[in-house]
C-alpha cells in the first residue's frame, strides 16, 4: 500500500536540513505502490492502522532535528536514510535541474527572491527546492492518495489544519515572500485574501495547475489580478510530457497494475483524442489491442482516423469492447446506459483530469452488487451475473496505479525555475497584470536541458542559416502558436 | 517525364465549360510522375519538344468549343473526354467539396462574389471551381514541372505570356473582382500594383501558400494591406495533411519510383522534425529503417527522441546512413562536405519546401561526374568510384515523384471555399486589414466535412456536458493555439 | 508481498473438493503480486512471518474438510472463499478450457483415465482439473517464489518432503494411474525409477516444460522410454503466446514494476532476437526506445534488422546504453567486464530462461557494493559511485514480476488436454515409444478455441478450394513445420 | 507496360561475353513497371507493336558479338550499354554475392561442375551467373509479362520457339550438363524427358520456385526422381524475404503506383495471414489504415488477432471496406457476390500466388462494363454507376506494379549457389534421391553474407556458451523446424 501520509511541515528558513527530513512520502507524489507495496518480507508494510504512531497528529508530537530546530512537523523522522536515498537517486535522473542548478550558481539569478509555495511533497521536489537557497519559505502537503485524486479544494474538517499551516508559512515574522511558486493556487489564494498588502508586493506568480491557472484566469477576469502570472502548465513541454509521453506508458502500466489484461487481440475504446487519448491510443495499438475512438472535436477526430482507428459513438461499440477508457476531461462520458450494454468483465477506467467522467453514482444501486477485488479495482456485478471491473472507483487511473517519471517531474520543476527567474529579473514592463504562456524561448531551453539524458547532439545553425530564415541562432525557432 | 502542359487558360463567365476542356493536365498538378517518368535513360522523356504539336502555343491556336465560344485558350482540346473523366473521378473522392456545395445551394452564401484567382490546374481544381457558379473568372496556370519546383517568381522570359494571361483575368470589360482566391500571391500583387482601385474594393483574400502568406505579411507590415486576408496555408488541417499525412505516405511512394531501395534494415537520418520530418521518421521506421534526426530545435528534437529516434548531428552519422533526406525549410542542410563523407550508394533527396536545401551547385565541379540513370535520378560519381544518387536534383522530391491526394487537395479547396464565405459574409468590423488565421470553428468545419470518407462518426456534446466545459455544442472546441 | 504457500496437496478422489480448498496461492503460480501487495487496509498482507500459523508445517496439522475428508493437506483452509472466487474468475476468462469442457461432456473421451500428475497450483490449474472427473490423483506443489524462479529440482532438505507427497499421489491402493501429466517431468522419472511396473502400463505421457522435455529426449536416447509423450511445449501456438506476446506485455510491466524507468528516449540492448526478444523488442521499440539486438544465429540477426534493430555486439554498445536484457537461454550474456563499462544507472536484467544469462557471482565481490532498493531491485555500486540496477538478482525479470495472463495459462492447459485425450484414444500403432509434437491439428484447434474470446470469425474452406489446396477443410492447414 | 521482351538466349561458352549483351530487360524480371506504365489512357502501352524491329524475332536475326561468336540470340544489342551499366549497380547491391564469390575463388567448389539451367534473366541474374565460370550453359528467358503473371506452363505456340532454345542449351556437342539449377522445373522435365541418359548422369538438382518443388515431388512420388534435389524456395531467409518483407514494401509501392490510393484512415480487408498478408497488413496498419484480416487456419487467426487484427469473414466486412487484398495462394477468394456488396471506388487487388483468387472471369458479364483507366487499373462498373477498381486484372499486383528489391534476389542467387556447391560436393550417401530443404546450416551462411549491407555485427559464441547450449560455434543454431 502506497503511504502518503498527511504531513504538513513549514519550513522557514531550514532548507538545508530539508533532505534529512523527507519522509516515506518520498517517492512521486502522485503514487507509486512498489515501493512499500513491497514483496521485501522485512518490509514493515500495512495501512496506518497498523502502527499505532500513525494515529498521533505530526502537529501534536515535540520533534527536533540534529541541529536543535523544533519549528518543522514531520510524520515519521526515523525515515530520514530513505528520504535522503530517494532525493539522491531522484538527482541522478534530474540531470536537467542539477545542470540548471550548477548554470546559475554564478549568476544567482534568484539572489533576493524570497519565495512561498504550496506542493506535493516528493524526492523530486526536493531536488528542486533544495538548490533553491532563495526559498525562505515553503510548504509541504502531501494528501493522503484519496484527496489527492480527487483534487478538490480541501473539505473543511481537513482544511482547519491545513490552513493553519499555510498561513504558518506565510505569516513569519521578519520575513515577507515576494515571489508565489504554486500548485492548485492555494497559496496565492490564502495570501489574495488574508494578506492584501503582501500580494501587491508580490513580483510574480508561478503556477502549475489546470486549476491553479483557471482559478487565476477567474481573479484576472474580475480584475483582482495585480501581478504578472506565468502559465506553465501549458508549456508545450509540459503539456507533451505530462500527458502525450507520460499516458503513453502509464496507461499500461496502470491497466496491468489493477485489472492485470493481457492487451493483445482485446478491443478497446478511448474516449478523447487530446494528447492522453492519443498516448493511450498509441500504447494500446502498439500492444496488439484493437482501438476505437471517440472524439466531439472533428479536427482530433479526423486525427484519429488518420492515425488508424476507428472513430465512433460509444454507444455504438460499447457491446463489444474489453474496455473503456475516458480520456476527455468532460464530465459523464461513460453512464449507467453504456453500462448496461457492456459484455461481462469488461474495464471501465479513467485517464481523464477529473473523476465524473464515469458516473460512478449510477452504480451505487441496491440491484448492483460491488465486490472490492483487489487494490483499485471493484467488481460490479450485475443481477443476471454480468459483471465489470471498475478501476480506482473511476478516479483517474493513473494517479492511482502508476507513477510520475522523474524525468516528467523534472521538465515541469526547470520550467517552474525558468519562469520563476524570469518573472523576478524581467525588466519593468515586460510582463504586465495578466496570465502568460511561458515564452517560447523558455520552453525551449527546458526542453535543451533534457536531451542530454538521451545523449541527444541537437544541430546548431549557421549564421547564413539563421538569415535566411529570419531566426535568431538561439531561438526562439517557432512561432508561439506552433505546438 | 510528367506532362504538366504550358496552358493558360482565361474563363469569363464560361466556368460551365470547364469540365470539357481541361485536358491532360488533369491529374493532380504536383505530380503523378508515373506516366512517362520512364526508368529508360534514353527515353526521350515525353517532353513538350518530341510532339510537334507541343510547338505551337495555345495562344497562337484559334479554338472554338461546341458552344461556339472562342475565349479560352487550351493546349489539347482532344483530350477533353480523358479530362471529363478525371473530373468525375475526383467528385467521387471530393466528397466533403461535394457536400459543401450541396449544402450551400439554397442559400448562396457567394451570391454577388465576383472571384478572381490564380492557382494549379487539376481535375481536382475544377471540382472546387465548377460548384462555385460564382466564380467570374479565373486563371488557370500550370507552369511546367522544373518551374513550379523552383517555387519561384516567373523569370521574364516566361513571365510576358504569363502576366498578359494573369491580366486577361482582371482586364474584363464590364466585371470587377471582388474576392482573390490566391496561391502564391500573384493575382493579389498583380491587382495590387496595376488596378490600385480594383484593389481597394476588395473584400477579402483568401491565400493558401507560404510564399502568399510571406507576401502578404510584407504588405501588412509595410501598412499597404487595405484587405482582410486569411490565411489557409495554417490551418491545423491542412497543415496536417499537407506534410505529416502526405509525406508519411509519398516520401516512401517517392524513394520507391525513383531510387527503388528496399526499406528494411537500412539506415536513413531525416534532418528536420517538423510535419514533414515526423511523416517520413514514422513511415521509414514502419517499413523497418533505422532513422536518425537531426533538429535545431529542442522542443522538435525533445519529441523526436521520445517517439524513439536518435538525435544526432548530421556530419556525426553521414558516413554510416544509406539516405539522408532533408525536411527542414532551410538552406543548405547537406553541403559538399557531407557528400564527401557519405559511403557509396547513399540517396540524397529533399522533402523540405526550398530547392535550396542540398547545395547541389556544389556538386557541379570538374572532378564529379554527372551520370543520368533515369527519371529523378542522377549518379554523382566521385574520382574514386563513389557513387550517391541524387534525386529530382535536389529539388521537393515528393512533388517530382508522387501525387499529393485528392483528399489532401479537398482539404484545401473546402478551407478556402469557407474562407471565401467567410470574409464575403462576415459583419463589418469582424475582420480588420490584416492577416487572419483560418477561424478555429472554420477549420472544425472542413475536419467534420471530411469525416464522412472514413465512415467516422462523431460525438456530439450533451447540453449539461457543453455547460460544464464552458463550450458551444457546436464548437469551437479549442484555443486557437491547440494543434 | 505475493503468497505462494509450501502447500503439499495429495488428492485421491475428492477433485470434487477442490474449489473450496484452493488457497491464497490462487493466483497464477509464477507470481503475481497484487493480490496481497493490497494498498488494501483490510487485507493481512504480510510475510508469513507475520502469521505464527505458517510457522507450522501444513503437514503437521490436522485438517477436515466440510463432507469430512482427511485426506489433504492444506496451508489456511480459511482461504476457501477467496480461493473459490479466483477460480471463478479464471473461468470467466479460460473460455475456450470451458469450451472443451462442454465439447467433451457427451463423448467423454477421458473416461477411464487416471491421470497424475505434478505441477504448479494456480486457480487456472484449478480450472483445467476440475472438469476433468477422470484426474484420479493429482499433486499441486507450489514451490516458494524464490525456488520456483531457479526452476531447480528440488534441493534435498526440501526434497524430502516433496518426493514424500509425489509419492503419496502414486502410490494409493486400489489405484493405479495410466496417464502421466507432468511439468518438469518430476512425476515421470518417480514413477520410471521407484514403480517401473507403473511405468510400463502408462499409456502416455504429456510434458509441458523444457526442462523435462530434456529429460525424455534423454530417456529416449538411452531406449529407456517405453511410453509415448507428447511435447506440448513445442506447440506453435504454446511458443508464441508463451514468449512472444507474453513477454510483449510482461517486458514492460516487469520494468515498471521494479526499475519505475521511462521508455521513452531510453537506449536499450536486447540481447537475443528470439521470440522473447522479437516481443521485447518490438515492445521497447513501440514505448519509444532505441533497441539494439545482439544474436549469434544469423537468421534472427537479418530478421532483426529488417524489423529496424541495429545489430551490434554487446561490447560495443553497452557504455551507451540506460538497459540490457537478456533473452538468449544462453549462459554469461551480460559479464563482469560488460557492467564495469556500463553507465551510471544502467538497468540489467534477464527476460531468458535461466538464472545464469547474467554473471552475477562476478558481482559479488569486495569493491562492490550492493544495495537492496526495493523488491526485485538491488543497486550495485562501483567505488567510483556509479550504480547499477540488478532486477531480481538476475533470475526471469517476467516470472518474478509479472503475470503470466490466464489466457496463456489456458492456452497451455487445453494444449494438454488435447493431448492427453490424443494419446489415450489414439489406435495401437500411431505413437511409437517416442517423444512427439502435438499434432499439427491439436494445435490448430487449441488456436480456434481461443478465438472467440477475440470475437474472432474464422473462414471456411469451400469445398473446391479444399480440393484446389489438396486440404482437408478441417485442417490441418500448414506442413508442420510452419510456424 | 513494361517491356520485357521476348528474348531467349542459348549462351554455350560465352558467359564472359554476357555483360555486354544483356539488353532492355536488364532490371529486374518480374517488373519495375515505372517505365511505360503510362498513366495515359491513349498510351499505346509500350508494346511490341510500337516499335517496327520488334516484330522481328532475334532468331531470325543475323548477329555477331565482339569476339565474333554467333552463337548466342539477343534482341537488341545496341543496348549494350545500358545493360553494362544496371549489372555494375547490381553488382553494388549484391554485396553478398560478390563476397561468395571471392569467398570461392581459391578453392573453387564448383571445378568440374558443368550447369544448365532455365531462370528469368535481369541484371541481378547476370552478377549470379557471371562469378561462376562452371556455368557452361544457361537459358535465359524473360516471358512477356502476361505469361509470367499467370505462371503457366508454356502454351503451345509459345513452346515451340521456346522448347527449341531450350534444347539448345542441353543438345550441346561435346558437352553434357552435370548439374541443373531450375526455376519452374521447365530444364529440368525436358532433361528427364528428352535426355534420360543425361539425367541420370546428374548430381543434383536446384530449384528455387514452387511450381518446380510440385513438380519435383510429384516426379519423386511417382519413384522417378533419380538425382537429389535441394528446395531452395522454402529455405528460412528465402521466404521471408521474398513474402513478408518483399510484400511490406511492394504492396504500398503497388497500390500507389496503380490506385494511386491514400491509407491513411482508410479500411482495408486483407485475406490470408501468411507471410504475404503479414507483410501487407504491418504496411498498411503503419500507413493508418484500418486493417481487418481473413483466415483459415486458427494459429495464422489468432496470430491476426494477437498482431491488433480484428478478425472477420469477407462476406461481413465486404461492404464497409475500401480495398479487399488478396494473400491466399488459393482460387475463388473474392467471388462476385462479394464484388457486388462492395462500395461505390473499392480497390480489388491480388498479392497471393496465383491469378484465380478473384474471380476475374465473374465480372465478364454484358451488365458490366470495363473501363481501363491507365496501367494496371480497370473501372469496372455496375447499371448503378458504382464502379470498382480491379488492379492488373487480379493478376499479381506486386509483379505487375513493383520491383523486387536486388537484395532479395540476392538471397535467393546465394541460396542457389550454396546449393550448387553442396550438391556438387557432398560425399556420397549424404543426400539420397529425394527433395531437401536447403540445410539449416546454409540457410544460416545465406543470412550471414547479408548481414554486412547492413553494418551487422553479429555475436560469437564462446566455447563454454557453445557447450552449454549444445552447439558448434558455427551453427548451425536452431533445429530445422525453426522459422
Not at 532548507?15 to 514483496?39: A, Q
Amino acid at each position: 500500500m502506497r503511504k502518503v501520509y498527511n504531513l504538513q511541515i513549514q519550513y522557514p528558513e531550514q532548507t538545508r536540513e530539508f533532505d534529512s527530513r523527507l519522509t516515506k512520502t518520498g517517492r512521486r507524489s502522485l503514487s507509486h505502490s512498489i515501493s512499500h507495496s513491497s514483496t521485501d518480507s522485512n518490509s514493515s508494510g500495512g495501512s496506518d492502522a497498523e502502527n499505532p504512531e500513525d494515529e498521533v497528529s505530526p502537529r501534536d508530537m515535540q520533534q527536533i532535528n540534529s541541529k536543535g530546530s523544533r519549528d518543522f512537523c514531520i510524520k515519521n523522522i526515523k525515515l530520514t536514510d530513505f528520504g535522503r536515498r530517494e532525493i539522491e537517486l531522484a538527482e541522478d535522473e534530474m540531470t536537467a535541474l542539477m545542470a540548471l542548478r550548477k548554470a546559475t550558481q554564478v549568476e544567482k539569478p534568484l539572489a533576493g527572491a524570497k519565495i512561498v509555495g504550496c506542493t506535493h511533497v516528493t524526492a523530486q521536489t526536493a531536488v528542486s527546492v533544495i538548490p533553491s537557497r532563495h526559498f525562505k519559505c515553503i510548504l509541504y502537503h502531501a494528501k493522503r492518495k484519496k484527496k489527492t485524486h480527487t483534487e478538490t479544494k480541501p473539505t473543511k474538517p481537513y482544511c482547519s489544519n491545513y490552513c493553519c499551516t499555510v498561513d504558518r508559512c506565510v505569516n513569519v515574522e521578519g520575513w515577507e515572500p515576494n515571489m508565489i511558486l504554486d500548485d492548485g493556487g492555494d497559496m496565492t489564494h490564502w495570501i489574495y485574501k488574508k494578506y492584501p498588502h503582501l500580494f501587491k508586493k508580490v513580483k510574480g506568480i508561478v503556477e502549475e495547475s489546470i486549476t491553479g491557472i483557471h482559478r487565476l484566469h477567474h481573479l484576472s477576469k474580475a480584475g483582482k489580478l495585480c501581478v504578472p502570472a506565468i502559465n506553465v502548465n501549458d508549456s508545450v513541454t509540459k503539456q507533451k510530457f505530462d500527458n502525450l509521453y507520460c499516458c503513453r506508458e502509464s496507461i499500461l502500466d496502470s491497466l496491468k497494475k489493477t485489472a492485470d489484461i493481457m492487451f493483445g487481440g482485446k478491443q478497446v475504446v478511448v474516449c478523447g483524442y487530446g494528447e492522453v487519448g492519443k498516448g493511450c491510443s498509441a500504447a494500446l495499438k502498439a500492444m496488439g489491442s484493437v482501438v476505437y475512438v471517440t472524439e466531439i472535436d472533428p479536427i482530433c477526430a479526423l486525427q484519429a482516423c488518420m492515425d488508424g482507428f476507428r472513430l465512433a459513438k460509444l454507444g455504438d461499440v460499447v457491446r463489444q469492447v474489453d474496455m473503456v477508457i475516458t480520456c476527455t476531461g468532460n464530465k459523464n462520458i461513460v453512464v449507467r446506459e453504456h453500462m448496461d450494454l457492456m459484455k461481462n468483465g469488461c474495464v471501465v477506467c479513467n485517464m481523464g483530469r477529473s473523476n465524473t467522467e464515469i458516473d460512478v453514482s449510477s452504480l451505487r444501486t441496491p440491484e448492483l452488487v460491488w465486490q472490492h477485488v483487489r487494490a483499485q479495482v471493484e467488481h460490479i456485478i450485475w443481477p443476471d451475473g454480468k459483471r465489470i471491473l471498475l478501476l480506482a472507483e473511476g478516479r483517474v487511473l493513473n494517479l492511482s496505479s502508476s507513477t510520475v517519471p522523474t524525468y516528467v517531474l523534472s521538465i515541469t520543476a526547470t520550467a517552474q525555475a525558468l519562469a520563476l527567474i524570469e518573472l523576478f529579473n524581467a525588466p519593468e514592463g515586460r510582463y504586465k497584470q495578466d496570465v502568460y504562456l511561458l515564452p517560447k524561448k523558455l520552453d525551449e531551453y527546458v526542453a535543451s536541458l533534457h536531451l542530454q539524458t538521451f545523449d541527444a547532439h541537437l544541430t546548431e545553425l549557421t549564421d547564413e542559416q539563421a538569415k535566411y530564415m529570419g531566426l535568431s541562432k538561439y531561438g526562439p525557432f517557432k512561432p508561439s502558436f506552433y505546438r
